[in-house]
């Protein structure tokens, strides 16, 4: 048996499904010849793959070979003068050439392999969708934390005697506001009674300073405690208007409720 006809029997013999005549010439040939004992091993770990996920080829492939036997005219076993024993009920025996047993195992263990990939990409999936459920509780939680911390600081700037108190109102909407401001220019709006918005609405607070009005900051649609920083340098007034959720750059609305120096 030389180095070909080895080489094309080494996916059967890795499955223990050569002749017996057959095995001795090639184990004796792999012995002697690297390249065919390296092919071997990997068709081990083939066979392996194979056995473990117990897949079998679908009817249709043996269908096929059966009909290549038949139309080579090349029958896989000859006829002796004793009677075949009858297949079991119900089953359809076709005798299988031990050459496309190799092929066979590949392509079953790249089906186990690909679907490895599946059940990876679904468990990816899984723990993205996870991670991305902790980040949001994680951020629900650092708001709900930094809630109280607000409050006081902006407690704290009510009582401090070098704050400025500006209370917005408007006779038209009957809505309140308080903000303090601090002499650096951090500012809280610290209290208020503005009804809640539709989620696509916000609040927006500007800051007049020097005859200009500035956006101060986006107070979202049921604002608690905001802070926020100006130039207290010309400061003369605050409004609060009612805008499209992201804010504007410059208004066209009525203040909700405002405060302009005297």
């Known amino acids: 048996m030389d180095h070909s006809e080895v080489v094309e029997l080494l996916g059967a013999y890795a499955l223990n499904a050569v002749d017996s005549d057959e095995s001795g010439p090639i184990g004796a040939h792999v012995d002697a010849c690297v390249e065919c004992a390296e092919e071997l091993r990997q068709h081990l770990q083939v066979a392996a793959l194979l056995s473990a996920s117990e897949l079998f080829a679908p009817a ?3 269908d096929s070979i059966a009909d290549e036997l038949t139309d080579n005219g090349s029958p896989t076993s000859q006829p002796t003068s004793e009677p075949a024993s009858p297949a079991p009920t119900g089953a359809e025996v076709i005798p299988l050439r031990t050459r496309w047993l190799g092929p066979l195992a590949v392509a079953a263990a790249f089906a186990l ?3 490895a990939v599946v059940v990876q990409s679904v468990r990816l999936s899984t723990a993205t969708s996870d991670l ?5 509780a994680v951020s ?3 708001e709900a934390l930094a809630e109280p911390a607000l409050a006081s600081a902006a407690q704290q700037a009510l009582a401090d005697p070098q704050a400025r108190q500006v209370m917005l109102g408007s006779q038209s909407s009957g809505s309140n506001a308080i903000i303090v401001l601090m002499p650096d220019g951090t500012g809280y709006l610290a209290e208020h009674s503005l009804q809640p918005l539709p989620a696509d609405r916000t609040y927006q607070l500007w800051a007049i300073i020097d005859g200009k009005v500035i956006s ?3 107070l979202g649609p049921n604002p608690g405690v905001v802070p926020f920083h100006i130039d207290p340098e010309g400061f003369e007034g605050f409004a609060i208007t009612e805008e499209v959720v992201g804010g504007v750059e410059s208004s066209q609305n009525d203040p909700v409720v405002a405060w302009v120096a005297a």
């Open 216 to 218: 101060a900051g986006i």
């Open 140 to 142: 629900d939680l650092t």
């Open 132 to 136: 991305n459920t902790a980040q949001a």
């Open 113 to 115: 392999l690909a679907g």
């Open 60 to 62: 249709p492939i043996w």
